[in-house]
T-cell receptor
């Protein structure tokens, strides 16, 4: 157990809908990262937040947004969902702001299925 | 942007054999190369990493080598065990962006 929690574990929804994925980082970690893992695209970095501020942006679609709250938990909002958004979404956390260059602890993931 | 190619996509070995997974990258500014192991249904876990000022790094049965000139790096697993069976991902990142680019993964199967 990495100490990173994600809810829900599974999510089934329909095209056009909007969902929110939640992540709580390890105690003491200030950075939260979101990743998407799909059969088509593999593992892709979406976005990083550090202490409430956006720090780095990867291949995140405009239909997707994220935020990190004062208690450091983060939410990833996915809207106007398409079939291709079906994937495993991982959250990870780390102590500092150096991104992938410091050890990141991954959560168990949220499996999203868009029908 | 960065492009990371990973080969092979599947690797099947007998227990006790060695396994080698290779990655190439395109951006000469990349200076950090982590490797992740993802068991079926589980989360990715960092198993070893290497920085561009080092040519080789070892940790017990796992080693990573880096050739900056050729822009490729490899993961070597010796004396493989069934519990090494997993998908292995390489990644590359540069100090300026911190954004990792991942390879497509290698499914390693170790037969008892």
């Amino acid at each position: 157990d990495s100490g990173v929690t994600q809810t829900p574990k599974h999510l089934i929804t329909a095209t056009g809908q909007r969902v929110t994925l939640r992540c709580s980082p390890r105690s003491g970690d200030l950075s939260v990262y979101w990743y998407q893992q799909s059969l088509d695209q593999g593992l892709q970095f979406l976005i990083q937040y550090y202490n409430g501020e956006e720090r780095a942006k990867g291949n995140i679609l405009e239909r997707f947004s994220a935020q990190q709250f004062p208690d450091l938990h983060s939410e990833l909002n996915l809207s106007s969902l398409e079939l291709g958004d079906s994937a495993l979404y991982f959250c990870a956390s780390s102590v500092g702001s150096s991104g992938v260059q410091e050890t990141q602890y991954f959560g168990p993931g949220t499996r999203l299925l868009v029908l | 942007g960065e492009n990371v190619e990973q080969h092979p996509s599947t690797l099947s070995v007998q227990e006790g054999d060695s396994a080698v997974i290779k990655c190439t990258y395109s951006d000469s500014a990349s200076n950090y190369f982590p490797w992740y192991k993802q068991e079926l249904g589980k989360r990715p876990q960092l198993i070893i990493d290497i920085r561009s000022n080092v040519g080789e790094k070892k940790d017990q049965r796992i080693a990573v080598t880096l050739n900056k000139t050729a822009k490729h790096f490899s993961l070597h697993i010796t004396e493989t065990q069934p519990e090494d069976s997993a998908v292995y991902f390489c990644a590359a990142a540069s100090g300026g962006s911190y954004i990792p680019t991942f390879g497509r993964g290698t499914s390693l199967i170790v037969h008892p």
